[in-house]
Every structure is written in C-alpha cells, then in structure tokens.
C-alpha cells in the first residue's frame, strides 16, 4: 500500500512560479511510475506530466512543456512539479498518482493505483 500527501499548492499571479511536492509513504517507490494530474472546475481530470522508474524518461502534456519540471527522489521517495510562467487556465486542483505502468498510456489515470487528496493551485490574472 502506498499513500500519497501532497503539498506546495496555492494563489500566486500569472506568470509565478511554484513547487508542488508529493512525499510517498510504503514500499519500492522506485518501482512507480509517477504522475501529476489535475482538475479544473467542470471539467474531467487530465494528464500533466509522468516521470518513469529511470529518472530522465518524462512525458508532458502538450500544454505544459517547457514550463512545468517534473522530478524524482528516490532516496526521499518524493517527486515534484515545479511549474513556472503559470496561467490561469492552469487553475486547478493537482493530483500526484502512482502506478505500476507497464505500457507508454502514461496519460490514462486507469494504470495508477494510489492517489493523494490533491492540492490546490490557482493562479490569477
């Protein structure tokens, strides 16, 4: 069983930055695949961002690349989401996911197994 706990979210203004963490708690978090995801009002939750077990393999949704960095520590088993020139339609709350993910359908939120309670990021204009 893993849990996760995020933390890091909150108002900031367009074009700030911030830095989501998402700490792991249980066995082999080197093991996960891990995920940012995130959902705005009225709307169906969508992949951000996922990191592989290798550090170094990342995959963005299109919207975020070159302004959103995600990371991993194994050894704090904690991954983050620095987001940077943030928008308002990046307004949401964030959810960090983990998951033994076995295909490249990183975005598909059926393929993680743990959530954490989420956290929010709003960004005004």
């Known amino acids: 069983q893993v849990q996760l706990v995020e933390s890091g979210g909150g108002l900031v203004q367009a074009g700030g930055s911030l830095r989501l963490s998402c700490a792991a708690s249980?066995?082999?978090?080197?093991?996960?695949?891990m995920a940012w995801f995130r959902q705005a009002p009225g709307k169906q939750r969508e992949f951000v961002v996922a990191?592989?077990?290798?550090?170094?393999?990342?995959y963005y949704e299109d919207s975020v690349k070159g302004r959103f960095t995600i990371s991993r520590d194994n050894a704090k088993n904690t991954v983050y989401l620095q987001m940077a020139s943030l928008k308002p339609e990046d307004t949401a709350v964030y959810y960090c996911?983990?998951?033994?993910?076995?295909?490249?359908?990183?975005?598909?939120?059926?393929?993680?197994?743990?959530w954490g309670q989420g956290t929010q990021v709003m960004v005004s204009s």
């Open positions: 990191i592989h077990r290798n550090v170094g393999r990342t």
């Open positions: 996911a983990a998951g033994l993910v076995y295909t490249n359908d990183f975005e598909n939120p059926f393929h993680y197994d743990y």
């Open positions: 249980g066995p082999n978090f080197s093991d996960y695949v």
